[in-house]
């Protein structure tokens, strides 16, 4: 909880609520407290969180989700202080997380999804190995089910090679 204050004043940058599904505008410090305290029951249910810290609030908080429906498969995703942006931080982190997901948990897939019009996470994907798998409708937001957004998913493996297939239908996921 020693970190609300950073999250918070990491999250006034209305551009993170743009483009992710979970972070909400106006962001408040109920909204930080809420969010670090999901972290040890998502712990225990396959979502690993990480993140550095550094002087100042956090540069970036990564997150890999195991989900359905392959095996093996899980998404990574992160968003990135507005005071460290274009400094090649979401990169490294995309790369050091996706290493780390598939030398410690066994992993074969990892998936990237990027709403429609975020070209710097779609360099970001790009730059971290990950290759474009097509574009995804009807994703629920994580803030409010009813409604939904668009993204590209972008996707790698364990052994470079491109996927064989992947889940298109991404509805009842939030």
Known sequence: MDDVPDVTEACQDQEISRWTSAIPWPYRPDHARDWIATHPDERAGGVVRGGRRHDGPPPRL?????????AGDAEIGYWVAAWA????????AVGLMTRWAFSDFALVYLDLLTKLGNETSERVAIRAGYRYAGEVSGIPSALDPDRHFDAKRWTTTAD?????EWPPDYAGRG
Not at 62 to 70: E, G, M, N, S, T
Not at 160 to 164: E, K, Q, V, Y
């Open 85 to 92: 942006r274009s400094r090649g931080v979401a990169t490294r």
């Open 160 to 164: 470079g090679r491109p996927p064989l």
């Open 62 to 70: 990564d997150r890999i989700a195991r989900r359905a429906p392959r």
